[in-house]
């Protein structure tokens, strides 16, 4: 069973992303913000040099660095991002990420509505 997520999808709601958080000792920490038809926004925390594999993603995806820096690579190069930083992903985009320290950040995943 997952855990729910921060804001409901039916009501207006606001919830702390910056808060301070546990620190991540290993690993990668997710957490569900927003789950609503067609979007997707989900907080995520790296322990310093966890990474995701190149991957790919069939929804339009917006990565904004809330602390810490990453390595993010698509397009066959790497830029690192720090907090501040907002990173556009079309669908479908071969890309990779890896924490050069501790990292968090906002993932937002949208996909087209149904007809």
């Not at 985009?93 to 950040?105: G, I, K, N, Q």
């Amino acid at each position: 069973m997952s855990a729910a997520a921060l804001l409901p999808n039916d009501t207006a709601g606001v919830c702390p992303v910056l808060a301070p958080a546990a620190s991540v000792a290993h690993g990668i920490v997710s957490q569900a913000v927003l789950t609503a038809p067609g979007l997707r926004v989900t907080l995520l925390r790296f322990a310093a040099g966890q990474e995701l594999s190149e991957h790919t993603s069939s929804a339009r995806a917006l990565v904004q660095v809330l602390s810490g820096r990453g390595d993010f690579t698509f397009h066959g190069q790497t830029r690192q991002l720090s907090a501040g930083d907002l990173l556009h992903l079309p669908p479908k985009l071969p890309h990779a990420v890896r924490a050069v320290e501790a990292m968090s950040m906002l993932l937002t995943q949208a996909t087209a509505a149904e007809k």
